[in-house]
């Protein structure tokens, strides 16, 4: 398969990918500033928008995915790239004590550990992923998920046998 890249200048690049995802899907937030491409979108809308994104637009490489915990929602960002310079960001929110969104494997593998390590970190879930363990953190005994800002340093671990 032969990879093509978006062709044209920066900013007409950017100002397609902004009119390519309001002309598909509703928006909540759009804009450009510098060298990205910024838009929010609803959480059941998030594999849809980087489909239209990676299949429609031509942008290939989703870079990584930030997580915030904002007690009592989390805001996710997923940072693509156009290889050429432009930068995509397309956000969300999902909210909820056990939060869960829909996983974007499919569409872009890169997205595997990068969820791996939302559920890990933060206890995001990813609906549909093919292998949705923990990273870093043990896989048993161990239900805590360390960047939440309700996680307490001294919480009891009970790692049986280990000491």
Known sequence: MAL???EGDLKKRLDGYLSGFRNRHGLEEGETAG??????????????????????????????????DLKGS????YELLDLRGGIVKVRTSIEGTEPVIDSVTRVYPTANWHEREAYD????????HPDLRRTFMWQDHFDHHPLLKEFEINTKRTFEGLR
């Open 121 to 128: 970190m933060f206890g995001v879930a990813f609906r549909g």
């Open 74 to 77: 989390f805001g996710l960002t």
């Open 4 to 6: 093509k890249l978006p």
């Open 35 to 68: 060298n990205s491409v910024r838009v929010t979108v609803r959480p059941g809308d998030i594999r849809s928008v980087l489909t239209t994104a990676r299949e429609d637009l031509g942008i290939m490489h989703l870079s990584f995915i930030t997580v915030v």
